[in-house]
């Protein structure tokens, strides 16, 4: 891990790095004994920087209650000797155990690594940030959030699930509430959270033209075949701009929505779309590598069964060199527990690697490729396609940038 720290120093170019932090528990739900908080470096080759165990559960200490009283003497000489896995109380939720554990690991950095962790990667929870303020690790810095892109598009669905139940008595369109066939249904909301990710990411270095994006979405559902409103959509997944480029005819009344149900949710716009909302966002990253390592981790050790904290230890320590350096990376401990290592145990690791790589650059070209087909059709189109001002005036020109 001090290379993984060295790399991330480097490419910051300067001790102050981003770190994206995350906790997950042995088991499923809220009442798991042991859990494992790590923070990985940011970027598209994120490496696990430092990460550490809470368990609230000691094998050793439960087995020695076995000869607690049928051996007194030897069960005190086991418990003094013994080192305790137990270093965590309280709640195993993020209230608790997260919170304390991403806590352990920022106060910790300067003294183990010489590096502080100034940007702050996390999800919507609301604990853990306030704890890094209010209990700030560093004297000299004052830690400052980004938040998980992944995460802050949920608020789209739920504002809009929010919208949908104060509605359900409100006529609309001449139905009671927003949702039904041909409206807002539980499958619409999950799109629109979808848009409003890719709203964000598309647009992550520009709050203008994020705000733009957004705002595109709204003109994008209620249009018509009369009063089509796709002036700031992108080919990349307009149909229309679609059909225009490819000189074909293109039908909205499948994919629209009415245009009542669209001003029925314009408040979440305002709130979701509002520079002020979509700043926190801004250069965002996410937290998709902690959910990887998670997934490695936990393939060693699979949540169905009962894992102790010196197990969960090992597989953490295999883990962490798996993700950051490779399957290849475990053959010079093998050989060192064993003595040796046979020929088909460095082939299969080596073929692992191999496999590995092929996949990631394989999802990398086909992000390339589909990224220099979105521009080619949106050349082609802004020679095609005028933008004609004055039909914004039937929807509504208040959602322009910094009109509201």
Not at 57 to 70: A, D, Q, R, V
């Amino acid at each position: 891990m001090k290379n993984a720290v060295e790399e991330a120093c480097k490419k910051s170019n300067g001790r102050k790095i981003t770190a994206s932090g995350d906790g997950t528990w042995q088991k499923r739900g809220f009442s798991s004994l042991h859990g494992v908080v790590e923070v990985l470096s940011n970027g598209p080759t994120a490496k696990v920087l430092d990460l550490g165990r809470l368990s609230k559960k000691c094998s050793i200490c439960t087995g020695l209650l076995s000869i607690k009283y049928s051996d007194p003497k030897q069960y005190s000489e086991i418990k003094n000797k013994h080192q305790c896995e137990v270093n965590h109380v309280g709640s195993s939720g993020t209230a608790s155990m997260e919170v304390a554990g991403i806590h352990r690991l920022f106060a910790r950095s300067k003294m183990l690594c010489n590096v502080k962790y100034a940007h702050y990667i996390g999800d919507g929870d609301a604990k853990v940030f306030p704890k890094l303020i209010s209990d700030p690790p560093y004297e000299d810095v004052s830690i400052t959030k980004i938040e998980d892109v992944n995460h802050f598009s949920k608020k789209m669905l739920h504002r809009l699930q929010k919208i949908a139940e104060s509605l359900k008595k409100n006529n609309i369109d001449g139905k009671l509430g927003i949702r039904g066939s041909g409206r807002m249904i539980k499958k619409m909301m999950i799109n629109f959270k979808h848009y409003y990710r890719l709203a964000i990411v598309r647009n992550k270095t520009n709050l203008d033209d994020m705000v733009r994006a957004v705002w595109a979405i709204w003109k994008h559902k209620p249009s018509s075949n009369s009063e089509p409103h796709h002036e700031w959509c992108s080919p990349s997944y307009c149909g229309y701009l679609q059909a225009l480029e490819k000189g074909e005819e293109y039908d909205h009344t499948p994919h629209s929505l009415p245009l009542k149900i669209m001003k029925a949710i314009r408040s979440a716009f305002e709130e979701l779309a509002h520079p002020d909302t979509l700043k926190r966002v801004r250069n965002g990253g996410s937290q998709n590598a902690n959910e990887s390592f998670h997934s490695i981790l936990w393939s060693l050790a699979p949540k169905n069964r009962y894992s102790t904290g010196v197990m969960i230890d090992l597989c953490v320590a295999m883990a962490v060199s798996f993700y950051n350096d490779g399957y290849q990376s475990i053959i010079p401990v093998l050989a060192e527990l064993t003595g040796n290592t046979g020929f088909f145990t460095r082939v299969g690791m080596k073929r692992l690697d191999e496999r590995r790589i092929y996949y990631e650059h394989k999802r990398k070209r086909k992000a390339v490729q589909k990224s220099k087909q979105n521009e080619e059709a949106s050349d082609s189109l802004s020679d095609r396609m005028s933008v004609d001002d004055n039909r914004d005036d039937q929807l509504d020109d208040s959602y322009i940038p910094g009109a509201y």
